[in-house]
């Protein structure tokens, strides 16, 4: 198995589950049939039926149960079958695997391994939630043919913004500064510091809408990878003298940037994300246009890493070459790997 | 291999071997091509030239032979060669396996495994074959992107027809009466009769045409299975007491709907199928009418079947759970593997 | 490996290849990009960055230095690296593997294989060779999806001629006529006189457009196979008694065929082929006729050995039978087999 299983993965945006509706989906190679229960919680069975290996999001929605749209079959969310047309009895092994869902910080999280393990509390606590208090978060899904790691590797280097993002996150400030890496078996944290240099263009709009500055700025980057999938980036420029290093970021546009990492296969990946700000938090536009910011450098970020994909697809067995940019991205796998041999080990499965 | 090699397979319709045309079809994973002789029987041979493996059915007839398009060898129907351009000897290996093939009721039949074993007297004498003197039928091909069991499957278990065919065939008849399967080494026969119900849109229709009758009917549903790939169906409705439980059908629309199932390769196949009645025969409109229901029927039938290729594909390995209603389903993919079991002990292939 | 490796490929047109532009181009399965350097001469790295496996194709040069457009990494001409973003020291193992490449007789060659073999020396001496001062030759590209050795065998054999291209070069002449085929170590040359008859429409024209010429002609096919790829044709017509099959060709319409034959994958091909003459040689409308009409012909090539791949797929293991006719394929492939064999041993692989 190439993924973590044992671990939350967002699946779906809670507007993309509306009542009335299935959404076909998988994660991690599970297929999954996702809708909104009576009680506004997340269904979530295998999207087959166990009859005759029907998908089940071709179905419908009966009085809060999934009818198969083949022979008939209904079942609770739970997975179990409440109904068998054409008999009466109902036995024990007709039955949709159950996986454990949720809705949780602005987004719905399914478990594809073992639910008996299934803990929310092990739902990472993500800095900027799209549902927090003090942050106004948008954003959208990108879906990209590569394997998610290709999307870790991404996000732990920044000084790719410098040559794939130049007309609006990169410039040499990037690649001209050291970046510092901490690594626990938990977490994994790459943190930049851009002194007093020209801004980017993003960062140079952003301020200059913020508070008609258009000076020199500090710049910060400091990405958390919270394994097995979730990069959370804190980033943000301020007025270069306003104290930002020392901790005070007040006069300065300070954002987040939630990347929630869905392996679909292990060739295909949505990448969930949001762009969250704590400044000028009610105005609309400056909402869309973040987005529509975002958007763009995400699109740039999908053909590098679909690129990257299709050379690796001529022959996997070549191992990259590792840089001392890239501590973040080998600390990062590492991680990664030691998860998932640990699950088998745990599994009894061959390493 | 995953078919029942010695047996007869329908390969087309008659109006698709016209004179002059090559037809290329493949049978059981055996890329054919096939025309029509001048003594009107059937020629099929590989869809190879042996010398350089050229598609015959690029080709063309000269004078009853078959000239490959690449380097101008000429077959015989009977796959010998008789004309090598360049060299006067034709030594014994340049030769194109011949296929046997003929024309019957209604259909062009193939047998795409040993020749020598191929008798006409097996082909199944079909009920309500297409060219019988009491019938009137009319049908089509549909190609269906699943394997040729779950084709049976399909016509083997009905009850689907009440939600893959709820605007036309189906209604909760189908699922609340039993069915009766009777098996023995040869033939699976699955019975349905549903009594004294409001007919559903396709039957009520029929009912009301063939002699303007409106109230309730009986019906029954006769699925006779014979191996390797052919399902009749003997199917149809009748005012309610006039006697056709008892084997009086005179007063109501006794039908036949015959589907030889095809295999192409281990994942496609053509289902031939024809509608055939035995009342309001010469009524063109009627049939003309019955083609397009039908189509339309098997058109919701090809949807579900590849739905559920796509998800056993994820997973092949998976097994269905099987219900009462499968009791013909499972009998039927019993006797198909113990057909494949028995050709492989014939021909000491590896189980 | 399905393909000598260590031997010169035709890789492109020189014109494919101009000044600030990168051109991607995969040869025996090994994907490279290539760029014009400031002195002419041309660079051939992979196209792959030995960092992250960016295609380096998607970058930018600089300088004469190829900059990945993912971390911005730059590599020399001759693969070694020239800067790392974000880090002084450059290691041994950060560069990317060039490729043997130059310009010769109107074309750009590599060499796949081990680089220090790569004598410019062993590029054949192509008779009417693009540049060559005594002829005036035209051509182009043809991509077929198609193992090489099928075009190999296509132009071995010409008998198809007469059936695949019977509007332009074929009549009976080509069949009725035996070949006398050479063959040692190194080439094979397969040779066919077509003495007094009427010319095939393609020649037809080309004699009456070179000296009004209408009635019987003397024609010849020399096709010489020069290992691994390259095959020259020497073909023309002249008058019936002018003493072309003695040697004299001078009243006829000499003319060359090169055709080098690039393995892209094991089922693509690029055919880099020129149609040369000696007479009229400024006559620039002939130039584009002869084009033209060799484009159409190499088009029908095309259609013929992607249905001999297409049949092949289905089953691989299956051998063609050898005609008379097939003297000159099978020796071409026997050399080509020894060849690869030969390098196989050599590295010590597995047979």
Same mark, same amino acid.
């Given at each position: 198995?190439?993924?973590?299983?044992?671990?939350?993965?967002?699946?779906?945006?809670?507007?993309?589950?509306?009542?009335?509706?299935?959404?076909?989906?998988?994660?991690?190679?599970?297929?999954?049939?996702?809708?909104?229960?009576?009680?506004?919680?997340?269904?979530?069975?295998?999207?087959?039926?166990?009859?005759?290996?029907?998908?089940?999001?071709?179905?419908?929605?009966?009085?809060?149960?999934?009818?198969?749209?083949?022979?008939?079959?209904?079942?609770?969310?739970?997975?179990?079958?409440?109904?068998?047309?054409?008999?009466?009895?109902?036995?024990?092994?007709?039955?949709?695997?159950?996986? &454990? @869902?949720?809705?949780?910080?602005?987004?719905?999280?399914?478990?594809? $391994?073992? !639910?008996?393990?299934? *803990?929310?509390?092990? %739902?990472?606590?993500?800095?900027?939630?799209?549902?927090?208090?003090?942050?106004?978060?948008?954003?959208?899904?990108?879906?990209?043919?590569?394997?998610?790691?290709?999307?870790?590797?991404?996000?732990?280097?920044?000084?790719?913004?410098?040559?794939?993002?130049?007309?609006?996150?990169?410039?040499?400030?990037?690649?001209?500064?050291?970046?510092?890496?901490?690594?626990?078996?938990?977490?994994?944290?790459?943190?930049?510091?851009?002194?007093?240099?020209? &801004? @980017?263009?993003?960062?140079?709009?952003?301020?200059?809408?913020?508070? $008609?500055? !258009?000076?020199?700025? *500090?710049?910060?980057? %400091?990405?958390?990878?919270?394994?097995?999938?979730?990069?959370?980036?804190?980033?943000?420029?301020?007025?270069?003298?306003?104290?930002?290093?020392?901790?005070?970021?007040?006069?300065?546009?300070?954002?987040?940037?939630?990347?929630?990492?869905?392996?679909?296969?292990?060739?295909?990946?949505?990448?969930?994300?949001?762009?969250?700000?704590?400044?000028?938090?009610?105005?609309?536009?400056?909402?869309?246009?973040?987005?529509?910011?975002?958007?763009?450098?995400?699109?740039?970020?999908?053909?590098?890493?679909?690129?990257?994909?299709?050379?690796?697809?001529?022959?996997?067995?070549?191992?990259?070459?590792?840089?001392?940019?890239?501590?973040?991205?080998?600390?990062?796998?590492?991680?990664?790997?030691?998860?998932?041999?640990?699950?088998?080990?745990?599994?009894?499965?061959?390493?």
């Amino acid at each position: 198995m190439p993924f973590v299983m044992n671990a939350w993965y967002v699946a779906a945006w809670p507007h993309e589950i509306v009542a009335d509706k299935l959404l076909a989906r998988t994660v991690c190679n599970e297929a999954l049939v996702l809708w909104r229960t009576a009680n506004d919680s997340i269904a979530a069975l295998e999207d087959r039926c166990c009859h005759r290996h029907m998908p089940l999001a071709a179905g419908a929605l009966e009085a809060g149960t999934l009818r198969c749209p083949y022979h008939g079959l209904r079942f609770a969310a739970d997975g179990s079958c409440v109904e068998i047309p054409g008999q009466q009895r109902i036995p024990a092994n007709v039955r949709v695997r159950q996986y &454990p @869902a949720l809705q949780r910080h602005g987004w719905v999280w399914v478990w594809p $391994g073992d !639910a008996a393990r299934a *803990d929310p509390a092990l %739902i990472p606590d993500i800095q900027a939630r799209n549902d927090h208090p003090d942050w106004t978060a948008a954003g959208g899904t990108v879906y990209m043919k590569g394997n998610y790691l290709l999307v870790h590797d991404n996000l732990l280097d920044l000084t790719h913004e410098t040559y794939v993002h130049a007309s609006s996150l990169g410039n040499h400030a990037v690649v001209d500064n050291p970046i510092e890496t901490e690594v626990d078996d938990e977490r994994v944290t790459v943190t930049r510091w851009m002194l007093n240099h020209e &801004p @980017a263009p993003f960062w140079k709009a952003a301020l200059q809408h913020a508070n $008609g500055y !258009a000076g020199a700025c *500090d710049r910060w980057q %400091i990405i958390n990878f919270v394994p097995p999938t979730n990069l959370v980036l804190d980033v943000g420029v301020a007025p270069t003298g306003t104290g930002a290093p020392q901790g005070d970021r007040s006069k300065g546009v300070p954002s987040c940037n939630l990347n929630a990492i869905t392996p679909e296969t292990e060739t295909t990946t949505f990448v969930f994300w949001a762009f969250a700000r704590s400044f000028q938090r009610d105005d609309a536009q400056l909402t869309r246009t973040f987005v529509q910011r975002a958007s763009a450098i995400l699109e740039e970020d999908r053909q590098a890493i679909e690129a990257v994909q299709c050379v690796m697809d001529r022959d996997p067995a070549r191992k990259p070459v590792n840089l001392r940019i890239d501590a973040g991205v080998v600390a990062a796998r590492r991680i990664v790997e030691r998860l998932i041999a640990e699950e088998r080990t745990a599994t009894g499965a061959a390493p």
